[in-house]
């Protein structure tokens, strides 16, 4: 039988104490996102979730979901019988993806969580995603959130992150990928020329 999927214990939207960089401007967030994807956020959004493979009855992980919009779009596909998880270490982008979440009468399971600590039983999500967060790491907590994300995936799972980044940066975040386990591993460029998109399988 597959284990159930974790039931989060959120920190009260409290943010997370971290050594990476943390963004409280949640109110402003949408709008630097619509940016960066050059005026287009829907149709990036709808990409990254088309990118991450997602299908009904999935147990998707979120990770650095600031305001929720790829979590939102995510749990509209996995649909009923699957299950949505989003973290952030900001408070504030947890109170308003959940504001999100209402709104567009999905279930969403926010909380205030890290990348390199995952509050999650091993082997409990079917895909993890990540975008536009992994930069605000350091190396050393991107060597940790790897094996944490590799952790809690279920053997085949899968892994898709979004990110900025020259070839150099693809690379780095490749061969962490690789420490950590994962098979099949490839980074590609992903629309802007500033951005990548990197997949992976659990082994």
Not at 58 to 70: K, N, P, Q, S, W
Not at 162 to 184: C, I
Request: aromatic content about 6%; hydrophobic content about 45%; glycine content about 10%.
């Amino acid at each position: 039988d597959r284990p159930a999927a974790a039931t989060m214990r959120p920190m009260e939207d409290r943010s997370a104490e971290t050594e990476g960089r943390v963004i409280h401007w949640a109110a402003f967030y949408d709008a630097l996102m619509n940016v960066v994807s050059l005026g287009r956020e829907a149709r990036f959004r709808r990409r990254v979730i088309e990118g991450a493979a997602l299908q009904p009855g999935e147990r998707v992980l979120d990770v650095g979901c600031g305001t929720g919009t790829a979590a939102v779009a995510a749990a509209k596909v996995v649909g009923e019988r699957g299950r949505v998880h989003a973290i952030d270490p900001a408070g504030e982008m947890i109170t308003r993806a959940r504001k999100k979440a209402e709104k567009a009468g999905v279930d969403v399971e926010l909380g205030v969580g890290v990348a390199e600590s995952l509050p999650y039983p091993d082997n409990c999500m079917d895909v993890v995603m990540s975008t536009l967060a992994f930069h605000h790491l350091t190396r050393r907590l991107q060597g940790l959130a790897m094996a944490e994300i590799h952790r809690v995936l279920v053997p085949g799972g899968r892994l898709f992150i979004v990110d900025f980044g020259v070839a150099s940066q693809a690379s780095r975040l490749t061969a962490e990928a690789k420490a950590a386990g994962f098979t099949d591993v490839a980074a590609r460029r992903f629309g802007p020329p500033f951005l990548f998109a990197l997949t992976a399988t659990s082994g």
